[in-house]
Structures are given as C-alpha cells and as structure tokens.
C-alpha cells in the first residue's frame, strides 16, 4: 500500500527553471512535512504545515487538505538544489509517527 | 549543539553477528525515533520513543530491539543480524512527538552492511 505518492520520482532541469514536486496522501493527517535529503545522505527538514502556503527563500509549499495534496516549489532553481525530496505525512491522531513518501531527486544542470 | 548524532557512520557485520547503533540528543528532545531507509522506498519507522523511558514499535520492528537509556540516548540493537538488514539507518528526534505535529531532526545516519 502507498499511502504518500509522490511525482515525479525523477526531475532533470536546467539552472534558473521553475520547478514543481508534488505529493498525494490517502490518509486523513494532521501535518505534513517536506524534507530535503542532500546527496551525502543528510536529511533536512525544510516546512511542516497543516494548511495554505509556508514560503522561505526560494522554496514554496502548498496544501490542500481537501484534496489530499501538497505541492513543493522552487523558484530560479540552482545546482545546489539538486536533492531528494520527500514528503511525510503524521496521520491524524498518531504521536508525531511519519508516514514518507519514496522522494522525489532532482537534478539541476547548470 | 551537535544536534543528532549516531555512531558508527559505516559497519560491515557477518551474518549473525550482533551490534548496537548508538545515537545521542543535545535539543532536551522527548521522543526520538529510528527509521531505516532502502533503496526504492520510503523511510520506514523501526521504533520509537515518546519519552523517557517508552518505546513502542513502528513499522518494521522485527529483528530489531530499542534502549531509551535516558532521555539523551536512544539505542538500536541488531541481536542476530541478517543480510536483509543491510540498510541506512537515521535516527530522529523532536521536542514532543504530539500528533499536531512538529519537526523532527535527523542524525547523519549509519550505513550498515550485512554479508
């Protein structure tokens, strides 16, 4: 069972592009997070949010509890952002348990 | 602040053989966590803490037992290890493990290999 899905599990842009990863969950949840997974293994915990938009730097998240859905953004994409990214669900009710997606990895060439 | 730390980064065992995967907390942390990642899928809860002196078992805890020494130290155990272990383990802490939600924060994980 896949409970987060997330597309689309390969991305290659070019340096300066606009870049969108997104994340469907079938599970009702109090939070989601966004991590970001360096190439070196670290693992980084970039938004949690529970509705709406959180924006830092070049980064956007979106989610629509209704439907079931978030959206990661990266605004003028830069080799450095080449990761994996991945999203997690705490389903409603749990003690802060994450259910995570497989990640997305994203490529920028300069 | 170190933050989360886990040693050993890197361990080759013999099948059978047992270890222990340590990890530590300086952020005064209540629940920590351990997961394990393979390639291909998601990382996966093994076992958890709460607080001090709770855990409970996660997704995948077979083969696996859990110490929470203090409310620093969580430890990992491997009692007979077995080549479908083989795989990244991070360990992760957060200040309450409520179910609203909150940030968690991972170690730099172990990369274990077992033949």
């Known amino acids: 069972k896949n409970e987060v899905e997330q597309s689309p599990q390969n991305l290659t842009a070019q340096e300066g592009e606009f870049i969108t990863i997104n994340c469907s969950y079938s599970?009702?949840?109090?939070?989601l997070h966004w991590l970001q997974q360096h190439p070196g293994g670290g693992i980084v915990s970039l938004f949690m949010?529970?509705?709406g938009k959180k924006k830092h730097g070049r980064l956007i998240a979106t989610i629509n509890i209704q439907e079931k859905h978030s959206s990661l953004h990266i605004t003028a994409s830069h080799p450095r952002d080449s990761a994996v990214y991945i999203c997690?669900?705490?389903?409603?009710?749990?003690?802060?348990?994450?259910?995570f997606g497989k990640g997305t990895k994203l490529s920028v060439k300069p | 602040n170190a933050g989360v730390t886990q040693t050993p980064k890197f361990q080759v065992l013999k099948t059978g053989q047992s270890m222990t995967l340590q990890c530590a907390q300086d952020?005064?942390?209540?629940?920590m966590y351990w997961y394990r990642q393979d390639p291909g899928m998601g990382l996966r809860l093994i076992y958890y803490?709460?607080?001090?002196?709770?855990?409970d078992k996660g997704e995948v805890p077979n083969g696996y037992n859990v110490s929470r020494l203090n409310k620093r130290e969580f430890s990992l155990r491997l009692e007979s290890a077995a080549p479908s272990q083989t795989s990244v383990y991070f360990c992760?802490?957060?200040?309450?493990?409520?179910?609203?939600?909150?940030?968690?924060?991972f170690g730099p994980g172990t990369r274990l290999l077992v033949l």
């Open positions: 997690a669900v705490i389903p409603g009710g749990s003690q802060g348990n994450l259910i």
């Open positions: 952020m005064n942390h209540n629940s």
């Open positions: 803490s709460a607080s001090e002196g709770t855990t």
């Open positions: 992760a802490s957060s200040p309450q493990g409520t179910s609203w939600g909150e940030t968690q924060y």
């Open positions: 949010l529970s509705s």
């Open positions: 599970v009702g949840i109090s939070a």
